[in-house]
């Protein structure tokens, strides 16, 4: 296995494509491509690939980009395509779609800021929004885990089991542009990892189904309990993928959490993507301080692994969760994900949320540190703290009484009342 | 609270009655709703929409399955479907013109009135034909049944901005409602809540593809069906040709199969062919788009070119004497052989074949023609028996030896026209010089001739006696060229060739021209002229003498072709001859008389057309079985009406036909045809003039309307058309591109 | 330039004379059971492409955007189409067209792939899409039903509407004119672009057939009656769209590559009078027929000129 320097972009443009060449002896691979920074290096490299039988077809929008990826993945090819930011809003309608129509497809999205107002930096608010949708979601830290999830991805979507798309996301610039060393796979690796993909319900001229006709509420009711069914089965489905891939290319791919310093923590911190190497830095300092503090990462948001969760929490009497995003009117997307998975089971746990690196600001160990402080020191759980931002807003004065708007009486006319 | 349950079909205005009824709740402080249940339904599908009002706030948001009432838009649409969960005494409204003890006999449980709402919307002018809204009658119904006072119908209308004639329809629908609310008291309720869903289909397993349950025939209020109409051209032919059926036929190329059409009613395509005037063609719708259908080259083209070996069929054992072998006399003998009687004609002439034989010129009607029609009834076994003249004792003699007998002498009687002195010499009757024509007998070198008349005898002779010689010719007609009754072709013809034409010109007298040398013959024809008058018995408008208008016409040689009249002498004093008649019931046998004989038709066709009745007639008589070969054979079982009127054009669609001239047929330039007596047509060169027959009320397979049927459920099955009206949703467009009306609409 | 004339009686070239319809070897594309109203122009145009592609001996798969002939499969899991089917979002046919033609030529196989579209997934929402396709010459037959109207929502207006034409986001005529989307579509320079009318089958069919046996991106356009959005009788669908060509307002064309017109049928410019009084979305209030009738013979008369300069 070549150990190189690579961009996470690189990375993931590269485990793509070489994904896409593996179903070279099936029905071959296609991507609907569309450019939008940070994101775009990893179509680049995408449009670049020799492919043995593939066809990127480079669109002009990801809302095409998606539905390219859909047909092609309709037809039985291994498909997939990159995207980021407001390049996922425009997608979201052919997005949902792919999970609806239960296609394994596979997207790398690189988490950056929502605009307006423009910001190219690291934020999770994009991928979050697509919560809801019947997409798996996975969270690399690192160029690394960006290569393996990638591969592993497309494993796992295209167990029969499981046939659901899925999100692969990595931080904006921090990973998507930062080149550090990495294990890169070989395409016999590949070969080996991903057998030939046999779509059970592509298009097939002796099968004239239609995707999409009208259902009833009783058979939608049907149709949403299988995804729901599905995403049951993701957590199984996904620890076998590890460890086929440990027999493919010996070694491990990032599990879909990681606990670390928990067994007996009381205090326990929620981080996930690259915040989460920063939080493990402050905890085991923590640690060798000896403070009762462990660590917890998530890298899957969908389905969400409460069963980890409760375990890496047993000790715990209170939580921190570090959110690189923001919700409106809510804070953050993982504290309220957490906040609701353990509810009725650990009623006693304190959750409290933080807002941090919102809109690519760094989150260094000071910020990390303040945060503990400021839990360590909670009898309560309360809104959301905004990390190291200092002078609240005035708070806008209630507008003053008007009063009602009474046509103008003409002048030499009595009013009547 | 009050549910009400409403089953229409998508564009009749169900939901808007569900808010009509609403809304005069509403305005009299009842909490309500008013709601459709929407879904993938289009125009026509049946559709529900509900009603709900009561004087509580009204919780329940969905829909009604146990409704107090229902209200039924369409009759098509009562059923069990539409009554269920209905609470038992609940009323059911139904808009139909039945009756209300009819659609009751269904619900014993219920009070059922009905209205006819259709009817009072097109009254009202409200929506179309095909989608009456029938909303606000109902409205006014509703009102009746449930004791609403229409008062607050018509103001719950007003509030929805409805006026004019959905205030009438409301108020002619409350009047008019009839109801019948007697019910057995025996009912239970019945359950119609929705009970827990099952596991639906998958896409990801093999379930799905399989075609819809949904049977749109039921959205249909009428159906489309098909029909035929008799075409001018059957009607008219004196033959009695299915002239559609064989055009139909030379349309796909399939001669043979239109000389056996022709083969049904006539042993003579290949003459009528050629002498017909056609009436077939004076009919054709076509002449109101271009030109007629060119029938008579057609059916000379199948009679040519057609090869059909008729079966001899096996034989009976009644013998029929036939007297005279002209056209009626072989016709009826045609016809009796292919039943298998055995047949014997008499002729008293020493060829077959009577005035074909005699009378029609070699460039007309080539002899070789007439044998090869003449043997294929002769191979039928017909024997002819020829120099035998058959006189009044003879025909005793045939009638008590025979089974039956029929006369078929034609008309041998010559009319005469008194010319005054010398014009015995000179006039010759056109039928017996077309006869010495014939036999080379005749030559008129440099005379000068009149011929008199304007049949095609007249127009023959005149033709023939330019080709023997003659300098000039001239044809004298008392009426113009547009009452002629030769064939307008030959008029035409025989103008090319330098025939001159007198129109509305009568002889008078012939005089000795007062010549120098005195003998050489030449006289002058005193002529008058005429004008029309007042049409006469036949229609046809009376030439009147024009006074002081004489004038004189040289000429040393009149030819008379003034038509001719039965004799009558073969038959016993007194005898009614008529076509069908048994004339003679003393004889031991029937005797018949048969064509020009009895109907003085003077057509060939009109000729065959009679032998084939006779024949038809006799074998009814001897065996009582009635057989029809003619128009009445084509009444079909694949047709699901029969019109047995004649269709016109203006019955047909006109518009969806493309133009195309007629063809004429080549013929000889009229320089070369005087060289003798060759014929002058040549025919068509192929059957592409049959593809320009309209098929005039009669299905011609031409899949139009399979063609255009949107939802493909209109299919030919052989010469079948298949309506599938399971799914037929009747949208009628087969009606409306059928350009010959074959197929129409027919309401449910 | 080779055109047909059209009868001085209006009648459109035509089989009015005896054939047969083979049947078909295999169940119509357009089942029995669909729910599209009676007298759907779609429905003989689905019809239609059924018949041309078992001429052909060929199957396709379907893309369909949302409008009615998405809703024509009918619930699943029971289908209207006879053939692979797939309700896309409603901008999106084109380019899961080109993702399932990608795989179809990646794989050598022979199935069309068809966007089967109306108008509002055509002119208006799915026209950025469309254009792409188009640009990028991707081997697919697109096929837009023309009704003139967003009918599956009930009848609001599209770029597609005539000028005149009430919709219910027009209450009083629409203002302004037709989307000349044949020109659009020619500027492309696509293989292949041609009009269609349920009027004229026998064009229709030619053409489907031309536009089967081409490869590279295909446009059809079709002229679509709509009797519920039209508010028309459904028996006269084929009349009205029929007197659409015959009048001018409908002109029936190819344009191969971009650059080499045909003109196929001449229309007789018949008054339109009659196409505008058949149909209740027109008043005669708000139909300028002085301007339509102008409009349209420019417009021919453009394409005569394209026609005779770049024959085809």
Known sequence: MPREIVTGNHAAGLALSMAGEANRFARGTAAGIYPITPQTEIVERVAAFPFSKGRVVPVESEHSAMGVTIGASLSGARAFTASSSNGLAYMVENIMVAGFYRLPVVMVAVNRTLGPPWNIWADQGDTLMLRDFPWIQLYAQD???????????????????????????????????????????????????????????????????????????????????????????????????????????????AGAVEAYHTKNAETVLVATATIATTALEVVRSRRAAGERVGLLILRMLRPFPIDQLLEACASASRIGVLDRDYAAGIGGVWAHEIRAALQGTRDDLLVQGYLTGIGGGDVTAERIDEVLVDLGQRELPGPPVWVGLEDPAPVPAAPPPKAPLVPPVPSGVEATP | MVEIRIHGRGGQGGVTLAKLIATARFLTGHSVQAFGLYAAERSGAPIQAFCRFSPEAITDRNLIYEPDHVVILDPTLVGPGVTRGLKPGGWILVNTELPAEAVAEQFPHNRVAVVDATAIALENRLGTRSVPIVNTALAGAVARILEIPLDDVLAGME?????????????????????????????????????????????????????????????????????????????????????????????????????????????????????????????????????????????????????????????????VAVVGSGPGGLSAGYHLARFGYGVTVYEGAPEVGGLLRTGIPDFRLPGKVLDREIERITDLGVQVVTDHRVDRRGLMELARAYDAVLVATGLQQLRDLRLGVGGSDMALQGIDFLDQVKHDQARLDGETVVVVGGGNTAMDAARSALRVGASEVRVVYRRTRHEMPAIAEEIEEALEEGVILHELVQPVSLQAEAQADGDTGSHGLQCIRMRLGEPDASGRRRPVEVEGSDFSLPCTRIILALGQSPDLSVFPEGAEVREGGDLLGLLEHPVFAVGDLATNDGTVAGAIGSGRRAALHIHQTFTGEVVETGDQARVRSDVDLWNDEVIRADALRMHLFERSPGQEGSSLDPRERLDGFREIHTGLPDTSEARRCLSCGVCNECDICVTYCPEGVLKRVGHQLVFDYAYCKGCGICVTECPRNVVFMSHL | MSTTELPVNGSAPRRDMPGEIPPLSCEPLLRPGNTNCGGCGMSIGLTWLGRALEDLEQKAHLAIPACCGAVTAGAFPTTSYAMPTVATTFAAAPAVASGLASIRDLNGSEEQVICWAGDGGTYDIGFATLSAAAERNENILYICYDNEIYGNTGGQRSSATPPGARTTTTPHGKSESKKDVMSIMAAHGIPYAATLSVGHPEDFRQKLHTALTTSGMRFLL???????????????????????????????????????????????????????????????????????????????????????????
């Open chain 3, 222 to 312: 079709m002229h679509s009656p709509c009797p519920t959005g039209w508010k028309s009788e459904p028996a006269e669908s084929v009349q009205l769209v029929r007197l659409a060509v015959r009048s001018g307002l409908f002109p029936l064309f190819e344009v191969f590559g971009g650059q080499r017109y045909r003109i196929n049928a001449e229309p007789d410019w018949a008054d339109p009078t009659e196409y505008f009084r058949r149909q209740r979305r027109f008043r005669p209030e708000e139909v300028d027929l002085g301007t339509t009738r102008r409009w349209a013979r420019e417009r021919f008369q453009r394409l005569k000129v394209l026609a005779e300069a770049f024959p085809a």
């Open chain 1, 143 to 253: 160029n690394q885990q960006v290569a393996d999830l990638t591969l592993l991805a497309f494993r796992l979507a295209e167990d029969p089991r499981v046939l659901l798309p899925v999100l692969v996301c990595m931080d904006a610039f921090i990973v998507s542009h930062t080149q550090m060393e990495t294990e890169l796979p070989t395409q016999e690796q590949v070969d080996r990892y991903l057998p030939p993909l046999d779509l059970p319900h592509r298009m097939r001229s002796d099968d004239p189904k239609t995707l999409g006709g009208l259902v009833w509420p009783d058979a939608t009711v049907s149709l949403r309990k299988e995804i729901h069914e599905a995403f049951d089965r993701v957590p199984m489905v996904f620890e076998e993928c590890r460890q086929e891939f440990r027999d493919v290319f010996g070694r491990s791919p």
């Open chain 2, 159 to 319: 509030h929805l901005g409805f006026g004019g004639g959905n205030v009438t329809a409301a108020r002619s629908a409350f009047q008019a409602v009839a109801i019948r609310d007697a019910i057995s008291p025996d009912a239970e309720p019945e359950s119609a809540r929705p009970g827990p869903a099952g596991r639906g289909a998958s896409f990801l397993e093999g379930a799905g593809g399989e075609r819809p349950a949904i049977q749109t025939g039921s959205w249909a209020t009428s159906q489309p069906k098909r029909q035929q109409y008799v075409p001018p051209c059957n009607h008219i032919c004196p033959a009695g040709n299915d002239v559609q059926g064989f055009l139909h036929a030379l349309a796909r190329d399939e001669v043979d199969e239109a000389l056996g059409i022709l083969l049904r009613t006539t042993p003579f395509p290949s003459v009528c062919g050629r002498v017909c005037p056609a009436p077939c063609m004076q009919q054709c719708n076509r002449s109101e788009l271009d030109e007629a259908v060119n029938v008579r080259q057609l059916e000379r083209l199948a009679g040519d070119v057609g090869r059909v070996v008729l079966e001899r069929p096996e034989a009976r054992s009644q013998r």
